[in-house]
């Protein structure tokens, strides 16, 4: 062997654990962040944090995708692999985040609905 491959570094998944657990939090932020950026602001209103939603939604499913191919990756060891509980926290993190946002979806689709309804 010439040098070292990916599965030879003793933590397969363990990056992967890791950065589904960034997205996953990042997915449950933006929502709050948004929201909050708007009312800081005069030049915006509430409706218009709905543009965070479709980035909630793609950063919940890319965390949820990460933490389900470190476990996949975790699964093909040996032993006791590292990144184990990270992925599963990733993985939870990233399911909130992902109905965080389909409920923020909801809600605006009811505002809609309500306002096309009252005119």
Do not use: H
Not at 12 to 32: E, M, N, T, W, Y
Not at 75 to 95: E, H, I, N
């Amino acid at each position: 062997m010439v040098g070292p491959t990916r599965s030879s570094n003793g933590r397969p998944g363990a990056a992967g654990a890791r950065a589904s657990v960034l997205f996953g939090l990042l997915s449950l932020a933006i929502l709050p962040v948004a929201i909050a950026a708007t009312r800081w602001s005069r030049g915006y209103e509430l409706l218009d944090a709905g543009f965070a939603i479709p980035v909630a939604l793609l950063l919940g499913a890319l965390a949820v995708s990460l933490a389900r191919r470190a476990r996949k990756g975790q699964a093909r060891t040996l032993g006791p692999a590292p990144g184990g509980r990270s992925a599963r926290v990733g993985r939870v993190l990233g399911m909130a985040g992902f109905l965080l946002a389909v409920t923020a979806a909801m809600a605006v689709g009811v505002y809609f609905v309500l306002s096309a309804v009252a005119e």
